[in-house]
């Protein structure tokens, strides 16, 4: 197999839990090397699970396994003479540096980007915070949760007659991750050019921001709030997760609504009445109006109910796409490791591992044709200390 396409680089971790982490998976991928510096009793993420038979092992945390793949494992007390010592001589050779404790707790180790700049002035650092390094929140604590609620996504999500809610999972984690990824890379790049380092400084809160679809544009334009709407994507509805016979699908007519017209002789009927095999649904009101959909989506949802009922999700899933539809099925876990798609395209992958076994690992997110990106084995604690004790 080809080199990684970034193969010639050293990255030092000095980050905990997800979105650092992810940052520097995403380096591996690439065939970096990833010193990940741990502190004696282990990135915190190894305490969280879920572990096999659900006894609590360093070694088995499905978290740590998935985030950080193909590094090398190296533990320090960076409060310890000693061990900053080690790390200033990582620090020599290495290309990029990613944080996630912020220049103020940094700089009372004597290691913000202000202390090191001098002696490595070609260093990438960066920084992965909850509110980034300047600015009156700089040393407030935070996390996915936080940053989900500051970016204003919680804001417009949920009922209007209850309070926001969050998307599962810890999304603002993992944008964050990949921003200070693509922040290193375009550092990395400015560097090839110029031949110096930078700080590269990464909000949690920002980057989920940046999700937020247009609701910045919109109070811009028009001074307007968008407010919660029942889940519901407001323009073009309806676009909705409902259930079906056998679990639930996502049911997005067309970008133009209802009227988007199947491929039928006369072009005269529209895609959903084609899909619920009802020509006659046309001449429904709903069907002659988008505002109406809007203010009567419960109308529309128990137009369409009755017929999803009656089919599976995918026979619904098949006969919308070929009717140029973007439904999907919102598929369980299970039903995702077994999607004949993400198979065929080799998605999920095998990986043996000397304490937790061989598990089914979620692989890379994209392909290249020349330089391929793969995953191989996260560390044990401390596993690669003698590579770097001298």
């Not at 740590?64 to 007390?77: A, P, W």
């Not at 404790?101 to 980007?113: F, I, K, N, P, V």
Request: charge should be negative; glycine fraction near 10%; charged fraction near 25%.
């Amino acid at each position: 197999m080809a080199e990684g396409s970034l193969s010639d680089l050293r990255i030092v971790d000095l980050t905990q839990g997800i979105a650092g982490p992810y940052c520097t998976k995403l380096f591996s991928s690439l065939g970096a090397e990833v010193i990940k510096v741990e502190p004696p009793d282990g990135d915190v993420s190894r305490k969280f699970g879920p572990f096999p038979d659900d006894e609590p092992d360093p070694e088995k945390s499905g978290l740590f396994l998935h985030l950080n793949t193909g590094k090398k494992s190296v533990t320090l007390d960076l409060k310890a003479d000693a061990g900053r010592s080690l790390l200033e001589k990582l620090l020599a050779e290495a290309d990029v540096l990613v944080e996630g404790d912020g220049q103020t707790s940094m700089a009372e180790l004597g290691l913000a980007h202000d202390d090191l700049k001098g002696d490595l002035p070609n260093l990438v650092y960066v920084s992965v915070t909850a509110f980034g390094c300047t600015g009156p929140y700089k040393d407030y604590r935070g996390n996915s949760l936080t940053a989900m609620a500051m970016s204003t996504i919680m804001y417009n999500t949920g009922d209007p007659d209850r309070e926001p809610l969050t998307t599962g999972g810890t999304p603002a984690d993992y944008i964050a991750g990949i921003h200070a990824w693509i922040g290193a890379l375009a550092a990395l790049a400015y560097r090839a050019e110029h031949g110096n380092g930078q700080h590269v400084d990464v909000s949690l809160a920002e980057a989920a921001a940046c999700a937020d679809e247009y609701n910045a544009g919109m109070y811009a334009f028009q001074g307007a709030i968008r407010r919660r709407y029942y889940s519901r994507h407001v323009f073009g509805y309806p676009m909705d997760i409902m259930s079906c016979k056998d679990g639930y699908v996502v049911v997005v007519p067309g970008a133009a609504g209802f009227p988007q017209r199947g491929l039928t002789q006369d072009g005269a009927v529209s895609s959903m009445a084609l899909l619920m095999e009802d020509p006659e649904l046309d001449q429904h009101p709903l069907f002659q109006s988008g505002q109406e959909r809007m203010i009567r989506w419960k109308e529309v949802n128990e137009l369409i109910q009755p017929f999803l009922d009656t089919k599976e999700a995918k026979d619904i899933v098949e006969f919308a796409q070929a009717l140029r539809m973007p439904f999907a099925p919102v598929p369980t876990v299970k039903d995702l490791v077994e999607d004949e798609h993400l198979q065929a395209r080799g998605y999920f992958q095998e990986i043996d591992h000397p304490e937790a076994g061989e598990l089914t690992y979620a692989g890379p997110p994209f392909r290249m044709t020349e330089t391929p990106p793969s995953i191989s084995r996260a560390p044990t604690l401390g596993e690669h200390n003698g590579e770097f004790d001298a």
